[in-house]
């Protein structure tokens, strides 16, 4: 049979989500089938061989010929606009045709299809009567009774959170957590968050609200239940555009599929256009930075064409902007990225400052390296009256944050926060201190980085009030664009950027938020942050607003993990009990919602009597995941010294380890180790955290702040506890943490059962 009305030329060929992962399982005959059919296809769904032709009488759903036994099924969007469903052999369509539903979710307004025969045959691994109508739950279930997992719930209120209303038959008779893991495995994926949330005891109004109404139809828009063109627009499918495009996301696989299919609520923020400066937050995993990365191949794509780089994509440190850097040439080509400037935060700040003196060649030192100095100046000078990681704090809080230049100034600054009050009299030695540090960095040819930060942050928001200033001119002298050339120089002067897109922004600095702030106009889509204030591991907390990136009501939140699965996040919840976060602009924020649909086993919790022991039992915890490369895994540990250690004892033990520098990662192969600073932004498939034990975490200096400075202690505890649970986050399939001695008392809630 011929499309009717069609045109004879090419046709638009999309792909449905999770169909992607039904064709991967078939035989590789069949894959090379398939591809060479969307290649065809597209060109002419007309063209003999397909027989094309409509399965039911609504002339929704088609199947096409892949080859003699498979058959492609296909939903016709309209015209020659096709949704690639299903590749199925021809027998199972023929004997299950009435089992084959497909429709736009009346909640959701996504297309969704399912295949009840598969899903009942592998979820409930039993016959069950094919019965269309959502049965009494109490009746399905003979002999012992088994627990039926959602009998609490009625089908209206499962249809009305949106579970795809084909499959709420079967979900009534589900009564195991494996079946309904297999059910997740088949159904839209809007279904399997609502169904897991519920089944994880979540109140019904809760996941309502959580998990539903950001992906629910606004009931103000009418929408239209027939028109199918629209719905693929809020569903997740993808265009086949080319020959490649289907084979990439089938070999990618799961890895590659962060570039197709976003979820709706990570759609929405990619494209939002927002009145100022927006900032998405959300728990490990939820996928900030592949929003990030969107979201620049999104700036890219409005910009009018030009050889410049108008966009800024930057994070904290290095070894992310590289990371960033290749998923975002993954992504989008070298044509986008020769739009985008990605550059770490301090590397900016470098090359500010190097522009304005261009003949320093001053030597950057770290917060670690900086409070060496401090210990180094205090031995020296006989000081005994102060410690040094006061006086570091308050120079790099106080007078380096403030930007304090003068004794006068110090004695007027606002300590807020610091914790411990002080005199007149302390503030002038405190003054007479920091002189002497500033002159011995001075001396010794050191800058630190906050040093640095700061003058760039000053430099930049010099050179926005005089772009602002020219403005104000120009448009006085009714618009005359040659006021905007910078005295003397010949240079044009302008803003440097005009969209900034930051990952990781937790753990930016005051002066980098100034620093960013001056580098771009305030005007829509300026600046785009993402960021978990619960990974907060530098001492960098800010509030937005007073730096003038004002988020007020452009705050949203991500809450769907992708990379952890429920039994790993559990635990690393757990470490944050009872503590409490703030949102990046002076109010606090939580992780409400925050879940995963993956499973996995549950993570394993192992105390030594001694270090020694504990480094067997990582060897032999490494030996029980053979079947995984080793560049999957990782070992994080409290301390450099413990690194060495663990890469000692696995080479004796024949084991191939790679430390994670500043840097990344030494070399390409074997198990990854490295301090726990060093997992930010990271992910493995399993990972262990050893050395978890009181006295390594928290460190035991921490206790000494309890008494002299509890402000400091209670910061330090945050920070402590934020490390284990980036580091707990990063393992995607499984987690192993492993202490000798006491374990933590961060693991408390986990030990206790
Ligand atoms: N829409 C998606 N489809 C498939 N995979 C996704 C999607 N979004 C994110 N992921 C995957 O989830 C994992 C975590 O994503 P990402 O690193 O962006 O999270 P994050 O919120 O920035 O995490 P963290 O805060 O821990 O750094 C990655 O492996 C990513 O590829």
Same mark, same amino acid.
């Given at each position: 049979?011929?499309?009717?009305?069609?045109?004879?030329?090419?046709?638009?060929?999309?792909?449905?989500?999770?169909?992607?992962?039904?064709?991967?399982?078939?035989?590789?005959?069949?894959?090379?089938?398939?591809?060479?059919?969307?290649?065809?296809?597209?060109?002419?769904?007309?063209?003999?061989?397909?027989?094309?032709?409509?399965?039911?009488?609504?002339?929704?759903?088609?199947?096409?010929?892949?080859?003699?036994?498979?058959?492609?099924?296909?939903?016709?969007?309209?015209?020659?606009?096709?949704?690639?469903?299903?590749?199925?052999?021809?027998?199972?369509?023929?004997?299950?045709?009435?089992?084959?539903?497909?429709?736009?979710?009346?909640?959701?307004?996504?297309?969704?299809?399912?295949?009840?025969?598969?899903?009942?045959?592998?979820?409930?691994?039993?016959?069950?009567?094919?019965?269309?109508?959502?049965?009494?739950?109490?009746?399905?279930?003979?002999?012992?009774?088994?627990?039926?997992?959602?009998?609490?719930?009625?089908?209206?209120?499962?249809?009305?959170?949106?579970?795809?209303?084909?499959?709420?038959?079967?979900?009534?008779?589900?009564?195991?957590?494996?079946?309904?893991?297999?059910?997740?495995?088949?159904?839209?994926?809007?279904?399997?968050?609502?169904?897991?949330?519920?089944?994880?005891?979540?109140?019904?109004?809760?996941?309502?609200?959580?998990?539903?109404?950001?992906?629910?139809?606004?009931?103000?828009?009418?929408?239209?239940?027939?028109?199918?063109?629209?719905?693929?627009?809020?569903?997740?499918?993808?265009?086949?555009?080319?020959?490649?495009?289907?084979?990439?996301?089938?070999?990618?696989?799961?890895?590659?599929?962060?570039?197709?299919?976003?979820?709706?609520?990570?759609?929405?923020?990619?494209?939002?256009?927002?009145?100022?400066?927006?900032?998405?937050?959300?728990?490990?995993?939820?996928?900030?930075?592949?929003?990030?990365?969107?979201?620049?191949?999104?700036?890219?794509?409005?910009?009018?064409?030009?050889?410049?780089?108008?966009?800024?994509?930057?994070?904290?440190?290095?070894?992310?902007?590289?990371?960033?850097?290749?998923?975002?040439?993954?992504?989008?080509?070298?044509?986008?990225?020769?739009?985008?400037?990605?550059?770490?935060?301090?590397?900016?700040?470098?090359?500010?400052?190097? *522009? !304005?003196?261009? #003949?320093?060649?001053? &030597?950057?030192?770290?917060?670690?390296?900086?409070?060496? +100095?401090?210990? %180094? $100046?205090?031995?020296?000078?006989?000081?005994?009256?102060?410690?040094?990681?006061?006086?570091?704090?308050?120079?790099?809080?106080?007078?380096?944050?403030?930007?304090?230049?003068?004794?006068?100034?110090?004695?007027?600054?606002?300590?807020?926060?610091?914790?411990?009050?002080?005199?007149?009299?302390?503030?002038?030695?405190?003054?007479?201190?920091?002189?002497?540090?500033?002159?011995?960095?001075?001396?010794?040819?050191?800058?630190?980085?906050?040093?640095?930060?700061?003058?760039?942050?000053?430099?930049?928001?010099?050179?926005?009030?005089?772009?602002?200033?020219?403005?104000?001119?120009?448009?006085?002298?009714?618009?005359?664009?040659?006021?905007?050339? *910078? !005295?003397?120089? #010949?240079?044009?002067? &302008?803003?440097?950027?005009?969209?900034?897109?930051?990952? +990781?922004?937790? %753990? $930016?600095?005051?002066?980098?938020?100034?620093?960013?702030?001056?580098?771009?106009?305030?005007?829509?889509?300026?600046?785009?942050?993402?960021?978990?204030?619960?990974?907060?591991?530098?001492?960098?907390?800010?509030?937005?607003?007073?730096?003038?990136?004002?988020?007020?009501?452009?705050?949203?939140?991500?809450?769907?993990?992708?990379?952890?699965?429920?039994?790993?996040?559990?635990?690393?919840?757990?470490?944050?009990?009872?503590?409490?976060?703030?949102?990046?602009?002076?109010?606090?924020?939580?992780?409400?919602?925050?879940?995963?649909?993956?499973?996995?086993?549950?993570?394993?919790?192992?105390?030594?009597?001694?270090?020694?022991?504990?480094?067997?039992?990582?060897?032999?915890?490494?030996?029980?995941?053979?079947?995984?490369?080793?560049?999957?895994?990782?070992?994080?540990?409290?301390?450099?010294?413990?690194?060495?250690?663990?890469?000692?004892?696995?080479?004796?033990?024949?084991?191939?380890?790679?430390?994670?520098?500043?840097?990344?990662?030494?070399?390409?192969?074997?198990?990854?180790?490295?301090?726990?600073?060093?997992?930010?932004?990271?992910?493995?498939?399993?990972?262990?955290?050893?050395?978890?034990?009181?006295?390594?975490?928290?460190?035991?200096?921490?206790?000494?702040?309890?008494?002299?400075?509890?402000?400091?202690?209670?910061?330090?505890?945050?920070?402590?506890?934020?490390?284990?649970?980036?580091?707990?986050?990063?393992?995607?399939?499984?987690?192993?943490?492993?202490?000798?001695?006491?374990?933590?008392?961060?693991?408390?809630?986990?030990?206790?059962?």
């Amino acid at each position: 049979m011929t499309v009717t009305g069609a045109p004879t030329a090419g046709a638009t060929l999309r792909l449905l989500d999770k169909a992607d992962k039904e064709i991967v399982k078939l035989d590789r005959a069949i894959v090379g089938a398939v591809y060479k059919f969307q290649h065809d296809f597209r060109r002419n769904p007309e063209a003999g061989g397909f027989d094309l032709k409509p399965l039911k009488g609504d002339g929704r759903l088609w199947s096409a010929r892949v080859n003699r036994e498979y058959r492609a099924l296909l939903l016709r969007l309209g015209g020659n606009d096709w949704l690639l469903v299903s590749v199925k052999h021809r027998g199972h369509v023929h004997q299950n045709l009435d089992r084959l539903a497909y429709g736009i979710n009346q909640i959701t307004g996504a297309i969704e299809y399912v295949d009840l025969q598969v899903v009942e045959e592998s979820v409930l691994r039993r016959e069950l009567t094919a019965a269309a109508d959502a049965p009494e739950p109490a009746a399905v279930s003979p002999g012992p009774v088994e627990p039926l997992l959602f009998a609490q719930y009625d089908a209206r209120q499962l249809a009305d959170l949106g579970v795809a209303e084909p499959l709420i038959p079967v979900v009534f008779r589900l009564t195991t957590d494996e079946e309904l893991l297999g059910l997740v495995e088949y159904a839209p994926r809007h279904t399997g968050e609502v169904l897991l949330r519920l089944c994880d005891g979540v109140p019904y109004e809760q996941v309502k609200a959580e998990v539903t109404a950001p992906v629910a139809v606004d009931p103000e828009e009418q929408f239209d239940d027939e028109d199918w063109q629209a719905a693929v627009d809020r569903s997740q499918a993808v265009v086949i555009t080319d020959d490649e495009s289907l084979q990439s996301i089938l070999e990618e696989g799961d890895f590659g599929r962060w570039k197709i299919f976003l979820h709706p609520t990570q759609d929405k923020l990619v494209h939002r256009t927002y009145s100022g400066p927006a900032r998405v937050g959300g728990g490990p995993g939820t996928g900030k930075t592949i929003v990030a990365l969107h979201r620049v191949r999104h700036l890219v794509e409005q910009l009018p064409p030009g050889h410049t780089k108008p966009v800024l994509l930057t994070t904290f440190n290095k070894n992310l902007a590289a990371d960033l850097r290749s998923r975002l040439l993954s992504l989008g080509g070298p044509e986008i990225l020769a739009r985008v400037d990605i550059q770490h935060v301090d590397q900016l700040a470098t090359r500010v400052v190097g *522009e !304005a003196d261009p #003949g320093n060649s001053k &030597r950057r030192i770290n917060d670690a390296q900086a409070l060496r +100095e401090w210990r %180094d $100046l205090l031995v020296e000078a006989g000081e005994k009256r102060w410690a040094a990681d006061f006086l570091s704090d308050e120079w790099n809080q106080v007078i380096l944050g403030q930007a304090v230049v003068s004794r006068s100034d110090y004695f007027r600054a606002r300590r807020a926060g610091r914790g411990r009050s002080v005199s007149r009299a302390e503030r002038a030695e405190i003054w007479q201190l920091a002189e002497r540090f500033t002159q011995r960095l001075d001396t010794k040819g050191l800058e630190t980085h906050r040093q640095v930060a700061e003058r760039a942050a000053q430099l930049e928001m010099g050179r926005k009030s005089k772009i602002d200033r020219r403005e104000a001119e120009r448009e006085e002298r009714g618009g005359l664009h040659n006021v905007h050339v *910078e !005295a003397g120089s #010949g240079a044009w002067l &302008r803003y440097r950027y005009r969209h900034i897109v930051v990952d +990781e922004a937790q %753990d $930016l600095s005051a002066a980098h938020w100034k620093m960013l702030r001056a580098m771009v106009p305030s005007t829509s889509n300026d600046i785009f942050l993402v960021g978990d204030t619960h990974q907060r591991i530098y001492d960098n907390q800010v509030t937005l607003g007073s730096l003038g990136v004002n988020i007020r009501g452009r705050s949203s939140r991500l809450t769907l993990s992708y990379r952890t699965t429920r039994e790993i996040l559990r635990s690393a919840l757990g470490v944050l009990e009872g503590v409490d976060y703030d949102d990046l602009d002076g109010e606090a924020d939580n992780l409400a919602g925050y879940r995963s649909v993956l499973h996995g086993p549950q993570p394993v919790l192992r105390g030594a009597r001694s270090w020694d022991e504990e480094l067997d039992l990582l060897v032999d915890q490494l030996g029980a995941w053979h079947d995984v490369p080793r560049e999957a895994m990782a070992i994080c540990v409290p301390t450099n010294d413990m690194v060495t250690q663990v890469a000692y004892r696995l080479k004796q033990r024949g084991i191939e380890s790679t430390e994670i520098t500043q840097d990344g990662p030494r070399h390409e192969e074997g198990v990854h180790i490295g301090t726990m600073y060093r997992f930010k932004g990271l992910e493995y498939r399993r990972m262990i955290i050893a050395g978890v034990a009181e006295g390594l975490v928290p460190r035991s200096s921490v206790d000494a702040w309890e008494r002299t400075d509890p402000v400091r202690y209670r910061r330090e505890l945050q920070r402590a506890r934020s490390l284990l649970f980036v580091a707990a986050t990063r393992a995607r399939d499984a987690l192993t943490i492993t202490w000798h001695g006491e374990p933590s008392r961060f693991l408390a809630p986990l030990t206790a059962g």
